[in-house]
């Protein structure tokens, strides 16, 4: 467990690392791989890997994996950017490379490889500082952006811009011949992040600090200003960093800067991103963070263990961020907050019974927060349209494929389960028990709260014989919820073998 | 690469190879040295000899070819390829002409009077030493000859790079004969080599009042030439030598694989052209005619010598046995302080960083440190670089182990080494059928860094190990070279490693350096900087000071650098071996500059740096000299020092290099080097200094005490 190795493909690299764990929150690099490949000019050209470079690929993965086996490590992961698996041969290039190189290489999803890189930088020690008033993280990839706003500590939302480092490179070498090709290309930017201001910003928040993920140009800033790995740099300094870095010829940079970035395009691409981020964000601090999603997945992995625990609580991040849409979708908040208590709580008492991960515990949880944002939308169709808005919401922290378990969840709260078959294409079967059950503990806790009006206080869940008590002390008749709970119980007790029943003490408003 | 903008005239730096020669000079200096022992000063004239050749194979060479393609960009000095190659051959002539004046003059009669006697004419062989070499002859060297004339249908043979050859004329012997028809009145050319399987030295039996008697090959086979030719007659027999152009360029792009590319190369090393030709003086007008039209060479490139060709011979001499009291006591290298025989290296490194002091203290621990690691089960990876290595090398054996052993092992090899190529294509094929990780150098870079790295699991974690320094990985050169070295375990050191080793790989550079500075990338902006900041201390009114020890200063933008330091009121100290293009004590210019050079029993060898820096004393050591090519052409590894005990250590080395006033010589403003004047203070020798501290640190460490040797009761004196 002490060590670890991650590979991560990337758009325009490859990178190992080999970590150990250096104390019960931190851990250490010990090993460094980094070899540039062009997959994303590839796919931006043609659509589909070469197979020059699948065979580069291949011949960096063996090297790579022998480095592991020198480490005699047993435990790596390997993924690849979610950019690589838009290469219309993906699959066949994916086993090319496995037969080639015996390295197994798993896709990220663009939510899980942000994740990722959130992972690693929330890590720090430092972080849940930085973004006690109001930040902006921007993870800039080679294909697209990711813009996480915090406000008072919590995730306030998270969202994709499918502009990305490479993919402006690309433009602007399209646009070689044009003398304002940089102000058209920042005029893109300008426009793409100034509407995740107006769309996602309140207006009375001012942006306290920025935090630019970025391996590439942020060694460059780190090296200049002189600052230290986890300090902040005052806007105006960071502008007039820029300005240096842009008026420095480029074949210099690679001397003056100690950089490997010898594509001054890539460079170009990167300070244009930088200085829309600042311009839009007008944000008092800077913070530039040199972390990969390597980092990530080294986390992620050592956070499996029961002696490793990162201080940042990274399922609070998931909860406030469920908060955040059903608050924008005008969902009933007192409904939600009971619902979640009591889905916790049947979660809890019959552990034993449905032998669900932890984690579907907090994707229980969502499913209670997210179920009725579809009622902002139609309120007869509202399960289908809150599918579709949990569908396309980002939730830092949760999978594309989670999300997909959560809508699906919320789907058939509302309506009769269908059978595997109809869900096989998208869920294992285990998945799909998995889906059932937490559906049958929903349906039962919003069966308790079917008026919206909390009725209830003190639950308390336990089960007695082969029955789920749910002993909750009512302030009014729940009449109306018995009469409904009949029908959520029968689906539970087929589902768990066990009779939920509700005993109810009367007490005063 | 950022432009450099010159604002100092030509005339204002002295030209690399004219330095070099006067570095030569320096090193014959130490033959006329009564103060040495006569067998040590013949192997300095034998060092002179054996550098001359490198020197025309590959710096001449060079030039040679730049005079060929009309090249006519001026180096650092104003000087053209033509102007310098008149330069140096009124240079070489003069050093040729010294050379065989002191080895003739001045050694040869001191020989004499130790009753050692080098034959070099044959007729001076008495009739029995006659006879002896005769069947020395008939038995030892007449099957290995291979006579070649020349005439029409045999053209000029090929006449193999560096070896010796005797040229004749030859004349039919009997005029009738079928075989000779149509030459009646002509002369004949013929060659032949001297055997370069036989030795060059051949002792022979002594007549009073002589101990040993010793004729040269050459010598042997002029007395029977007869015997080579016996239809003709020998008119006229003169040895001669050659050098090609031996500097080879790879295009390395077109090379898949280096390893053949090399290997095809040397080969084509002995076909070179022919750009020095050495021959006796006395040598017949009409035998050198025919020669120097055959190889088509310059009359300037003729040297005509007064004795034996090609004194190399004379390392032989050096060791001949019976004379210990005739060569200088030699120098057994001492044990670490810090490191006993046998001691567990990493459980050492792990205490402290360990400084290494060669040939002052022995190269054992850094040969250990490998082989050690070969056999340690915790050991789990072994990467190292090697440059020059020693035959029979204890390191690639050790490696070789390690990797039989299940290490993994990665070395790189540098096969554009020069004149190690060969050698190193041998260690290269060796490494790999051990199942080694060989990388054969970079595309277009040599790799010149001293670094090895042992990757440890020690309780989980991994510990790495590193050793940097100065000099080769090479135990025999080790004993001869002053170098320095360090292990250390730290992590930030280990980092680096990982990370060199990394980029010679092939991976990409790291985002930043931990510690060390790293050419062709980062090196020269770092060592400019370096010298600006002391330039600016030394402006705002502060104490500024740099001291530098290299074998070659050359880097016209660093010299600039130290120029505008000087004029600013740094003060500077260089202790330069060979090369250096600077010129101190130039009013306004350099007059804040003092230039010294050690020439001394051991080859100066270490880099070592040093910046006041505010009090804070910066000191580097590395395998990068100030030179284009280290700076640009190169992979080098500059390491801060940073333990204090090292650090007051290395200051005391520069501190002792810069008061030797026995083996030092003073850089005048003139570009010529002096003898300083010591003024009866008593002499301080560096090297011997150094020698006498290690031999003392010995005694009174504990280490030195250990006796790792049982010494067995073989009768037991009963008292009783």
Aim: hydrophobic share 40%; charged share 30%; with cysteine.
């Amino acid at each position: 467990m002490s060590m670890f190795a991650s590979i991560y493909v990337g758009s325009y690299e490859t990178i190992l690392k080999v970590f150990e764990k250096k104390n019960a929150s931190q851990i250490r690099e010990i090993d460094c791989q980094r070899f540039p490949i062009g997959i994303v000019q590839d796919i931006y050209h043609m659509g589909e890997i070469s197979s020059d470079t699948i065979q580069k690929l291949a011949d960096i993965l063996k090297n790579m994996s022998d480095t592991v086996d020198m480490y005699k490590i047993s435990n790596m992961d390997v993924y690849a950017g979610p950019t690589v698996g838009k290469a219309s041969n993906y699959l066949l290039a994916e086993r090319l490379v496995r037969g080639k190189s015996k390295v197994e290489m798993k896709l990220l999803s663009n939510s899980e490889q942000r994740f990722l890189s959130y992972m690693a930088v929330a890590s720090m020690a430092d972080f849940d500082k930085y973004i006690s008033k109001s930040a902006v993280l921007v993870d800039i990839g080679g294909a697209s952006l990711q813009i996480t706003l915090f406000i008072n500590g919590k995730v306030e939302t998270t969202q994709h811009i499918n502009i990305g480092t490479a993919i402006m490179r690309e433009n602007l070498r399209r646009l070689s011949h044009y003398i304002d090709r940089k102000d058209q290309i920042l005029q893109i930017m300008n426009k793409e992040i100034g509407g995740f201001i107006n769309m996602y910003v309140p207006r009375d928040v001012e942006i306290e600090n920025l935090i630019i993920l970025e391996d590439n140009l942020t060694s460059i800033i780190t090296e200049l200003s002189g600052m230290s790995d986890d300090s902040f740099i005052k806007s105006e300094e960071y502008v007039d960093i820029l300005d240096a870095i842009r008026n420095v010829n480029h074949s210099d940079s690679e001397d003056i800067y100690n950089i490997g970035i010898n594509d001054s395009d890539i460079l170009d691409a990167l300070i244009l991103f930088h200085k829309a981020l600042v311009d839009n964000f007008c944000p008092k601090y800077i913070f530039t963070q040199n972390v990969s999603v390597n980092e990530g997945m080294a986390y992620n992995y050592y956070m499996k263990s029961k002696d490793f625990k990162l201080k940042h609580d990274f399922n609070q991040d998931i909860l406030t961020a469920a908060w955040a849409i059903a608050r924008r979708y005008n969902s009933y908040q007192p409904h939600l907050k009971a619902l979640e208590y009591v889905c916790s709580s049947i979660f809890g008492s019959t552990r034993k019974y449905h032998g669900l991960e932890n984690r579907c515990k907090l994707l229980l949880r969502c499913v209670a927060i997210l179920h009725d944002c579809g009622k902002y939308i139609s309120i007869s169709q509202a399960a289908d349209c809150s599918y579709s808005i949990i569908m396309n919401s980002e939730i830092l922290g949760l999978s594309h494929h989670e999300r997909e378990i959560i809508a699906t969840t919320v789907k058939y709260a509302a309506s009769p389960m269908d059978s595997y078959e109809f869900m096989a294409d998208r869920f294992s079967e285990q998945e799909y028990v998995d889906i059932m059950r937490m559906v049958a503990i929903f349906k039962v806790a919003n069966a308790l709260d079917r008026s919206h009006r909390q009725k209830f206080k003190n639950i308390k869940v336990e089960v007695k014989k082969n029955e789920l008590v749910i002993s909750v002390e009512a302030k009014d008749s729940l009449s109306l919820e018995k009469g409904m709970f009949e029908k959520s119980a029968d689906f539970f007790e087929e589902v768990f073998d066990l009779r939920p029943v509700v005993k109810e003490k009367r007490v005063l408003k | 690469m950022k432009k450099h903008i010159s604002n100092y005239a030509d005339e204002l730096f002295d030209n690399r190879e004219l330095s070099w020669l006067k570095f030569e000079h320096r090193v014959l200096n130490e033959a006329k040295d009564k103060d040495i022992p006569i067998l040590d000063r013949l192997k300095f004239v034998s060092i002179t000899s054996s550098n001359l050749d490198e020197f025309f194979m590959v710096r001449v060479a060079s030039l040679k070819d730049m005079e060929h393609a009309n090249y006519k960009k001026k180096d650092i000095a104003g000087m053209t390829p033509s102007d310098q190659l008149e330069a140096i051959a009124a240079d070489t002539h003069e050093l040729v002409k010294e050379q065989y004046n002191i080895y003739g003059k001045t050694l040869i009669p001191i020989l004499l009077k130790h009753h050692i006697r080098i034959i070099d004419r044959f007729e001076e062989l008495s009739v029995e030493q006659g006879q002896y070499v005769d069947k020395y002859f008939m038995e030892q060297v007449y099957p290995v000859l291979t006579p070649m004339a020349v005439d029409a249908s045999r053209p000029f043979p090929l006449v193999r790079n560096k070896t010796l050859n005797i040229a004749a004329l030859l004349k039919p012997n009997n005029p009738e004969s079928k075989l000779s028809q149509g030459k009646r009145d002509e002369y004949e050319f013929s060659t032949v080599q001297v055997p370069s399987v036989l030795p060059r030295l051949v002792w022979i039996p002594s007549e009073k009042p002589y101990k040993d008697t010793f004729i040269l090959l050459e010598q042997i086979i002029e007395k029977n030439i007869d015997q080579l030719y016996l239809h003709h007659d020998v008119l006229k027999a003169y040895p001669y030598r050659i050098m090609r152009n031996a500097d080879f360029n790879l295009d390395e792009d077109d090379a898949s694989d280096l390893l053949k590319e090399i290997e095809k190369q040397l080969a084509k090393r002995q076909w070179g052209e022919v750009i020095r030709l050495e021959i006796e003086r006395d040598v017949d007008d009409d035998l050198l005619k025919e020669l120097a039209r055959q190889l088509d060479i310059r009359k300037d490139d003729i040297y005509k010598v007064d004795g034996p060709i090609d004194l190399t011979f004379l390392m032989k001499l050096y060791g001949i046995e019976g004379y210990n009291k005739l060569r200088e006591k030699k120098y057994e290298p001492q044990l670490n302080p810090r490191i006993a025989p046998g001691d567990n290296i990493f459980e050492e490194i792990k205490k402290g960083d360990i400084f290494l002091s060669h040939p002052f203290e022995t190269f054992d621990p850094v040969v250990d440190f490998i082989k050690q690691a070969s056999v340690d089960k915790d050991v789990l990876a072994i990467k190292q670089t090697l440059y020059r290595v020693s035959g029979n090398s204890p390191i690639i054996e050790a490696l070789e182990k390690a990797a039989k052993n299940g290490k993994q092992v990665t070395v790189l090899v540098e096969l554009k080494a020069r004149f190690d190529e060969e050698n190193n294509i041998i260690w290269a094929k060796r490494l790999e059928k051990a199942g080694c990780h060989v990388i054969y150098g970079l595309l277009g870079l040599k790799t010149h860094c001293k670094i090895a790295l042992v990757v440890r699991r020690e309780e989980g974690s991994i510990t790495r190990y590193v050793h940097l320094g100065t000099g080769n990985y090479n135990d025999s050169t080790a004993k001869l070279y002053t170098d320095c070295g360090i292990f250390s375990c730290s992590e930030s050191y280990g980092e680096d490693a990982t990370a060199v080793f990394n980029m010679l790989s092939g991976y990409s550079e790291p985002k930043h350096w931990n510690k060390l500075a790293v050419a062709p990338i980062w090196l020269r902006s770092g060592f400019i900087n370096m010298i600006e900041k002391e330039t600016e201390n030394a402006r705002s009114g502060e104490k500024a000071l740099i001291i530098a020890k290299m074998n070659s200063l050359c880097d016209k933008e660093i010299i600039e650098r130290l120029y505008d330091a000087s004029a600013a009121g740094v003060e500077i100290h260089l202790i330069v071996r060979g090369i250096c293009c600077l010129i101190p004590g130039i009013p306004g210019v350099s007059d804040n500059i003092e230039v010294k050079s050690i020439v001394g029993t051991f080859l100066e060898h270490s880099r070592i740096f040093y910046f006041y820096n505010k009090g804070l004393e910066d000191i580097y050591m590395g395998s990068a000299d100030w030179m284009p090519r280290n700076l640009d052409r190169r992979v080098e590894i500059i390491f801060p020092v940073e333990d204090d005990g090292i650090k007051s250590r290395i200051k005391h080395i520069l501190d002792v290099c810069l008061k030797d006033n026995t083996k030092a010589y003073l850089m005048q403003n003139d570009g010529t080097y002096v003898h300083i004047n010591r003024r009866n203070t008593p002499g301080i020798g560096a090297q011997d200094t150094f020698c006498r501290e290690a031999m003392e640190a010995v005694k009174s460490s504990d280490k030195g005490k250990v006796s790792r040797h049982f010494v067995p009761i073989l009768a037991i004196d009963n008292e009783d």
